[in-house]
Each structure stands twice: as C-alpha cells, then as structure tokens.
C-alpha cells in the first residue's frame, strides 16, 4: 500500500490491503472515508481527520459470456470494462464517459448510455465484496445479506469498502451512436424539436442536450448546443435515430455531426467528455416533463445572451425502464421524473456558482425534488434521493454493519439521517 498527504490517504492495491487498512483505522478509532478516481469528491464532505482509502484493487476485470455477468475490482474504470466486454458482443449500462468508476456509479445510483432501454445501472449489480469495520471482506448478495446487497445499491453510502463488484450484461453488436453539434442560436428550434421529440420517443432511444463552451469543447471558441446519446434495436435503430435527427440536421447543418452506426462499446465515447480536471463546482435536478416553457427557461438562463459562464449545461432524457419499479433492484431502484438536469463549472469562482443558482431559480417549477446520487455535485445540496422508508432501512442496515460509524464520514451529506 501506498501513503500519501500526512498518512491521511492510502491507495490499497489488494483487498487483503484493505483489511489491514481498515484494522489499523479502527484500533485507533480514525474515521475511514473511501473513493476510487476522486470525481465527486465535491459531492462528498472534506475527509478532515479521516484516514481516505483510495481503492485501486489490482486484479483484471473479467467477463462470464455465458452467464452474462461482469466482475470489476474497485479501481476499474468503465473504460476498461466496456472495451472487454465489447469483445464478447456484450455492453453494460455504463456512463457516457470512458474515466468514470465503476463501482463509485454502481453504487449511487447510475444513469447510463443506455439508461431508458435498461434502467438504473446499480439494479444490474448482483454481488459486492466489502471490507467491513471488523476489517473482513465478505460478499454480499441476496443469500448472503440481501438488504445490505440493496442498500449498496443507492442507499447513500457508508456500508465499508468495496473491493469488487458483479454486474449483469447485455448482448449487443451494434449501437447508433454519436454526438451533433450546433452554434447556440440555433438551441431554441433544436431544443424544442427535442422536447417535443422525446415525449414519445422509443425506450431505445436514451440522449441528451447539452450547452457546452470553453474547455469542454475545445475545437471551437464558441459556444455550442450538443445532441448526444444512443439507439438501441438492431435494424430499426437506424430510422429511429433519424426521426430524431432528420429534423435537427434539417434546423442547420451540424458543425460537427459523429452519429453513426458503431460496436457495443462507442456509446461509451460518444459524448467526448474531456478528461479535464475534477469538477469543483457544480449542480443537480430532477425535474418532471419541461414543455416548451421548460426549454424556453433552460435556454433563457443558459443560451444565447444569458452571460453563463458554465462550460456544462446538461438535460437528460429519462423515463422508459428507469421510471420502472425494479423488483430485483436496490434502495434506489427507478426515477419519478422526466429529465435530469446537470451542470458544472470550470473553477469554484463566484460566477459560476452564483450562475448555478441562477439556474435553479429558473428550472425549479419543474424541480421534483429528489436526486439521482451519481449526479449530485454539491456537498450542500439536499439529496432526497430516498423516500422516507427506504431512508430508513438504509440507515437500519448502515446501524447494523457499523455501528460505530466508523465509515459515517461516507454517507451522502444532506440525506436524511445522515450525520451533519
Ligand atoms: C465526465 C463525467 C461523466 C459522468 N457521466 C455520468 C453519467 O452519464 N451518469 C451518471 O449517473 N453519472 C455520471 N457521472 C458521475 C459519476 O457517476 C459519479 O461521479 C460517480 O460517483 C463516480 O464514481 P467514482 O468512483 O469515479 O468517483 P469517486 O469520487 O471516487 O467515488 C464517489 C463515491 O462513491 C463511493 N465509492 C467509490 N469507491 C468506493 C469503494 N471502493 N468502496 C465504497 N464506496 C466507494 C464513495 O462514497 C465515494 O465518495 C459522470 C462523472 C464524470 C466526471
């Protein structure tokens, strides 16, 4: 193992290096804090006095063709998942970005390339390996521990260190895929053709609008309007793909236009997230079906002469599988809205994050007022990602597997029950 910054961070390589860590953490009674790549390290509290676990378990992801499964060691990347798993014609729910961690997504939440066709990504984990507070690693599934198995899923974290993960696949052998990009003044035509677009769009169909400028859209100095995402459905991908892009191209021609028919593992790619520094700043809605007046909002704080000063403004499209109760899945199993709304700045200046509450204002009559874990980018922002039920089981299993908090600096801040 590795220390780092005072003895405060350690990178454990090994599970066995995990247990030693936590072991000697809490004979001394020092709070333990875990994260993988750090990304939402915003969304989480400073570790303070907590010794943080950075896992980067050094064992291979593997893939079980037959039984459609995936095995990533906490550390793993979607990158390197998604590309093995291509090999076998098989893809995974992943994000639409290649530097995400694997088991930081699948457990908060996890909405993915192929999201409305298949729903939250933790539902698809079936089995965790965790070093507890007694420093033992054991395997949770549903025969071993079936409610911490679900509250690993979504339940807003705390419950140890995850030293593996084992997550369902799907064949796939070719995915429409791609990202279109417009000058701004175009987003008000693009963006309600969209809207409009996606009230009955195919469950296939998962995409997404972005406004994007400056260092995440480093080809050009102006700012830009983006359609992204993915089409599942073999044949009918296609003319399903171009119901939706025919009368956006038809708008104004693209400036750069990438969608085409490609392998299981391009969806991964497809959005061309810069692997830029870590976002510092940044914001999180749900929000339910936006109509036109929604769009006419987003673009009125975020388009052409709003001044923003946001390099990521984002609308996904939800509904379609993750709208669906999963019977099979964890805490947070489904999604009660329409959209997910993200953005983020460049640095923590004071522009930006009055800008981000500029755009609450803006699209809060349609706030639903819950969160999804993975997109939470503040520390200060309500989660309310559980009802109170579910909150409450979540915090019945965190009390029993650590019952003296050792882990309690993990949970997502601002959830019910979850320490100050
Ligand atoms: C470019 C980019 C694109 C993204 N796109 C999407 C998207 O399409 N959909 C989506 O839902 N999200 C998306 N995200 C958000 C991403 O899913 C979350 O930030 C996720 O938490 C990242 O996981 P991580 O392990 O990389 O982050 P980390 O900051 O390392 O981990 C986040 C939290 O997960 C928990 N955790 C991590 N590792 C462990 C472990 N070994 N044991 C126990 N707990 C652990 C901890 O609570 C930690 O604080 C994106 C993020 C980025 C940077």
């Known amino acids: 193992m590795r220390h780092g910054e005072a003895d405060r961070v350690v990178t454990v390589r090994s599970a066995r290096e ?51 499964m995936a095995r990533a060691p906490a550390g793993a990347l979607w990158r390197e998942v998604v590309t093995k798993a291509a090999r076998h014609g098989l893809a995974a729910v ?29 539902n698809t984990v079936s089995a965790f390996d965790v070093v507890g507070p007694d420093a033992l690693t054991r395997r949770v599934d549903a025969d071993t521990d079936a409610d911490l198995l679900d509250a690993l899923r979504g339940g807003g974290g705390g419950f140890g260190v995850v030293t593996a993960v084992e997550f369902g696949l799907f064949p796939l052998r070719s995915v429409v895929t791609g ?4 000058p701004l003044e175009n987003a008000h035509q ?3 053709l969209w809207r409009d677009w996606a009230v009955d769009a195919p469950r296939q169909a998962t995409t997404s609008v972005r406004v994007l400028s400056g260092e995440a859209v480093p080809w050009t100095e102006d700012p830009v309007v983006c359609v992204t995402g993915a089409v599942l459905g073999g044949s009918s991908a296609m003319g399903d793909a171009e119901d939706l892009l025919g009368p956006l191209r038809a708008v104004a021609t693209p400036l750069r236009d990438t969608w085409r028919s490609d392998g299981p593992a391009a969806p991964l790619f497809a959005a061309e997230h810069p692997v830029g520094p870590a976002r510092t700043v940044g914001d999180h809605l749900l929000l339910d079906e936006i109509g036109r007046d929604g769009v006419a909002e987003f673009l009125r704080v975020l388009g052409e002469g709003s001044g923003s000063p946001l390099p990521v403004a984002e609308l996904h499209h939800l509904g379609g599988a993750l709208a669906e109760r999963a019977p099979a899945g964890g805490l947070l199993d489904h999604l ?28 809060s009559p349609w706030d639903v007022g819950t969160t999804v874990p993975s997109m939470v980018a503040s520390r200060t922002q309500p989660q309310g990602h559980l009802d109170r039920r579910r909150a409450a089981l979540a915090a019945e299993v965190r009390a029993r597997v650590d019952p003296d908090g050792v882990f309690a600096g993990d949970v997502a801040p601002v959830t019910p029950g979850s320490p100050g």
């Open 336 to 363: 009660d809205a329409g959209f997910a709304y993200t953005a983020f700045g460049a640095t923590a200046d004071a522009a930006s994050a009055e800008h981000l509450a500029v755009v609450r204002r803006a699209l």
């Open 179 to 182: 990202a279109a990009y417009w």
């Open 190 to 192: 693009l963006l309600t």
């Open 94 to 122: 992943h994000p639409a970005a290649p530097a995400v961690g694997v088991v930081g997504y699948l457990t908060r939440g996890g909405v993915g390339a192929h999201g409305r066709a298949r729903g939250l990504a933790s």
């Open 18 to 68: 995990a247990e030693a860590v936590v072991a000697h953490a809490a004979a001394r009674s020092i709070p333990v804090r875990v994260h993988t790549t750090g990304h939402a390290h915003a969304a989480q509290r400073p570790p303070g006095d907590a010794l943080l676990v950075r896992t980067a378990i050094q064992e291979p992801v593997t893939i079980d063709e037959d039984r459609l």
